[in-house]
């Protein structure tokens, strides 16, 4: 166990290495309100522009800047967890492409 900040970059790089960070988030930034709502979400991909989380039965595109303000926001402590993937996460492919993929050619694959 490791306790430090990372960058958005240090996180995304993780699941290239075929993990799956699951975020603590002020999901009030993320729906515009006020009071503190911690909400822990897994990450599910990436692009240059946004970051995908799963949440309630969909995919949640997030801009990156957005993403960064709810999981450094007051109370979040920036909590992370890794968990072994179950699917693919694919730089710079939407989330779908990539469930569909690893559904065809899906291999189990361990953290680095």
Known sequence: MEERSLTLEELLSKISRNCVPIILLDWSKIKGTTDFVGHFVPIIGYDEKNVYVHDAKSFLPISRKLFEEARKAKGTDEEIMYIHKKF???????????LKSFFHYGKKQQCK
């Open 88 to 98: 693919p996460i694919v730089r710079n492919r939407k989330p779908l492409k990539a």
